[in-house]
């Protein structure tokens, strides 16, 4: 009787590990998901300045010149296709590709900010967690510049050059907060499934 019950609260046991290793699989694909999200609003970004930059080098050599002649703008920007790796559940690199941007200019912006506010969402516990010692840091560096006298201008006024700057500082700063989160998620997915394949050799013994 005693070897019963033992064995019910394995089987117990493993019922639930199969549970938590379930969830952590369906929070992997999340993750990964936003992760395709934010390289992809970070792609939308570089776009927007390049176009924007373009204009402005084709605009200041006009005004040199001193011609007349409209600057047209860019319709389109062909961006080459974007290659992140990130290691698998088994230790093997994988290669994560965006598809070519190709936006027009008057919906870049659109765009970007449509998904950026979908990559907002909110995360979970454990990714701020994972990401709080990196975060502090780039916030603390963020801090110091902000507060920095020798660079100069007055409070609240920003340079077109330090926003772009600021922008993708948070690009890189959101994608790191991704690959720890995900780094952390695939660990805990292995744990799991080692502990998994641990109580099935215990339930076959006692079988």
Do not use: W
Not at 14 to 26: D, P
Not at 103 to 116: F, L, T
Not at 155 to 183: I, N, S, V
């Amino acid at each position: 009787a005693s070897l019963q019950v033992e064995l019910r609260h394995k089987k117990m046991r493993a019922a639930a590990v199969g549970r938590s290793l379930e969830a952590l699989r369906r929070r992997k694909r999340n993750l990964d998901e936003e992760l395709e999200e934010m390289l992809i609003v970070s792609e939308l970004r570089r776009v927007y300045e390049l176009e924007a930059s373009q204009v402005l080098q084709a605009q200041e050599g006009q005004v040199r010149a001193g011609g007349e002649q409209l600057v047209p703008m860019p319709n389109t920007v062909e961006r080459s296709v974007a290659t992140m790796e990130a290691s698998d559940a088994g230790g093997e690199r994988t290669s994560m590709q965006m598809p070519v941007v190709r936006q027009e200019d008057s919906g870049v912006r659109e765009a970007a900010q449509g998904a950026m506010q979908e990559g907002a969402r909110a995360r979970t516990a454990d990714d701020e967690d994972t990401s709080s010692q990196s975060d502090n840091h780039d916030d603390n560096e963020d801090a110091t510049k902000t507060s920095d006298p020798s660079q100069g201008g007055e409070a609240g006024e920003e340079t077109e050059g330090e926003k772009r700057e600021r922008l993708l500082k948070e690009d890189e700063r959101l994608l790191r907060r991704m690959f720890h989160a995900k780094e952390k998620l695939l660990k805990e997915q292995q744990d799991m499934q080692l502990l998994s394949q641990q109580q099935e050799m215990e339930m076959q013994e006692n079988d």
